[in-house]
Protein backbone atom coordinates (compact mmCIF):
# COMPACT_ATOMS: atom_id res chain seq x y z
CA UNK A 1 0.00 0.00 0.00
CA UNK A 2 1.56 3.58 -1.08
CA UNK A 3 1.29 5.88 2.03
CA UNK A 4 2.88 9.26 2.28
CA UNK A 5 3.14 10.35 5.69
CA UNK A 6 3.79 14.21 6.31
CA UNK A 7 5.41 15.32 9.93
CA UNK A 8 6.88 18.32 11.46
CA UNK A 9 3.99 20.60 11.92
CA UNK A 10 2.65 22.34 15.00
CA UNK A 11 2.66 25.74 16.06
CA UNK A 12 5.07 28.68 16.07
CA UNK A 13 5.05 32.54 16.39
CA UNK A 14 5.04 34.62 14.07
CA UNK A 15 9.07 35.13 12.37
CA UNK A 16 10.04 31.50 12.87
CA UNK A 17 10.63 28.27 11.11
CA UNK A 18 9.29 24.49 10.58
CA UNK A 19 10.92 22.07 9.39
CA UNK A 20 8.20 19.74 7.46
CA UNK A 21 9.18 15.84 6.18
CA UNK A 22 7.46 13.69 4.01
CA UNK A 23 8.13 9.60 4.14
CA UNK A 24 7.09 7.70 1.48
CA UNK A 25 5.92 3.73 1.75
CA UNK A 26 4.63 1.40 -0.25
CA UNK A 27 6.83 2.59 -3.76
CA UNK A 28 10.14 4.20 -4.48
CA UNK A 29 9.14 8.16 -5.64
CA UNK A 30 12.56 8.46 -6.38
CA UNK A 31 11.93 9.30 -10.16
CA UNK A 32 8.87 11.19 -9.82
CA UNK A 33 7.99 14.79 -9.12
CA UNK A 34 6.76 15.54 -5.40
CA UNK A 35 4.91 18.50 -4.22
CA UNK A 36 3.42 20.54 -1.10
CA UNK A 37 0.27 21.79 -0.91
CA UNK A 38 -1.36 23.68 1.54
CA UNK A 39 -4.94 24.38 2.39
CA UNK A 40 -6.35 26.97 4.66
CA UNK A 41 -10.32 26.79 6.00
CA UNK A 42 -12.95 27.81 3.31
CA UNK A 43 -9.78 28.25 0.74
CA UNK A 44 -8.96 25.37 -2.04
CA UNK A 45 -6.14 23.40 -1.45
CA UNK A 46 -3.53 25.83 -3.06
CA UNK A 47 0.44 24.60 -4.30
CA UNK A 48 3.21 25.72 -2.41
CA UNK A 49 6.19 24.64 -3.93
CA UNK A 50 7.60 21.55 -6.20
CA UNK A 51 10.43 19.65 -7.11
CA UNK A 52 11.68 17.03 -9.80
CA UNK A 53 13.00 13.49 -9.27
CA UNK A 54 16.77 14.87 -9.27
CA UNK A 55 16.32 18.29 -6.79
CA UNK A 56 17.29 20.32 -9.89
CA UNK A 57 14.84 21.60 -10.61
CA UNK A 58 12.36 23.51 -8.08
CA UNK A 59 9.24 25.76 -8.11
CA UNK A 60 7.44 27.71 -5.81
CA UNK A 61 4.07 29.71 -5.08
CA UNK A 62 4.82 33.56 -4.97
CA UNK A 63 3.56 33.76 -1.60
CA UNK A 64 6.52 31.33 -0.44
CA UNK A 65 9.41 32.49 -2.89
CA UNK A 66 12.96 33.61 -0.62
CA UNK A 67 11.02 31.58 2.64
CA UNK A 68 10.14 28.25 1.94
CA UNK A 69 12.98 25.71 0.79
CA UNK A 70 12.04 22.47 -1.08
CA UNK A 71 13.96 18.87 -0.75
CA UNK A 72 14.29 15.61 -1.39
CA UNK A 73 16.70 12.55 -0.09
CA UNK A 74 15.40 9.60 -2.80
CA UNK A 75 17.51 7.09 -0.90
CA UNK A 76 14.88 7.89 2.04
CA UNK A 77 12.34 8.43 -0.18
CA UNK A 78 11.43 11.59 1.63
CA UNK A 79 10.96 15.03 0.55
CA UNK A 80 11.03 18.45 3.11
CA UNK A 81 9.97 21.63 3.49
CA UNK A 82 11.99 24.15 5.34
CA UNK A 83 10.24 27.08 6.26
CA UNK A 84 11.54 30.22 7.83
CA UNK A 85 10.05 33.39 8.64
CA UNK A 86 6.20 32.26 8.95
CA UNK A 87 3.35 34.63 8.58
CA UNK A 88 0.20 33.67 9.83
CA UNK A 89 -1.08 33.60 6.43
CA UNK A 90 0.67 30.54 6.09
CA UNK A 91 -1.57 28.98 8.39
CA UNK A 92 -2.63 26.19 7.47
CA UNK A 93 -2.71 21.52 6.69
CA UNK A 94 0.38 20.93 4.51
CA UNK A 95 -0.04 18.08 2.33
CA UNK A 96 2.41 16.10 0.86
CA UNK A 97 2.05 14.43 -3.17
CA UNK A 98 3.79 13.30 -5.46
CA UNK A 99 3.19 12.83 -9.54
CA UNK A 100 3.10 10.71 -12.56
CA UNK A 101 4.21 14.10 -14.34
CA UNK A 102 8.18 14.05 -15.82
CA UNK A 103 7.89 18.13 -15.32
CA UNK A 104 7.03 19.86 -11.91
CA UNK A 105 3.33 20.19 -11.81
CA UNK A 106 1.67 22.84 -9.87
CA UNK A 107 -2.19 21.96 -9.97
CA UNK A 108 -3.91 19.92 -7.35
CA UNK A 109 -5.17 17.38 -10.52
CA UNK A 110 -1.56 16.91 -11.47
CA UNK A 111 -0.69 14.82 -8.70
CA UNK A 112 -1.78 11.59 -7.87
CA UNK A 113 -0.99 10.14 -4.13
CA UNK A 114 -1.27 12.24 -1.60
CA UNK A 115 -0.51 12.46 2.57
CA UNK A 116 -3.48 13.14 5.33
CA UNK A 117 -1.50 16.65 6.00
CA UNK A 118 -0.08 17.85 8.49
CA UNK A 119 -2.00 21.26 10.80
CA UNK A 120 0.69 24.47 10.29
CA UNK A 121 -0.29 27.07 12.85
CA UNK A 122 1.35 30.94 12.91
CA UNK A 123 0.57 32.79 15.63
CA UNK A 124 1.18 36.88 15.66
Known amino acids: QVQLVESGGGLVQAGGSLRLSCAAS????????MGWFRQAPGIEREFVAGINWSGGTTLYADSVKGRFTISRDNNANEVYLQMNSLKPEDTAVYYC?????????????????WGQGTQVTVSS
Open 97 to 113: AASYYTSVPSTVGQYHY
Open 26 to 33: GRSFGRNP
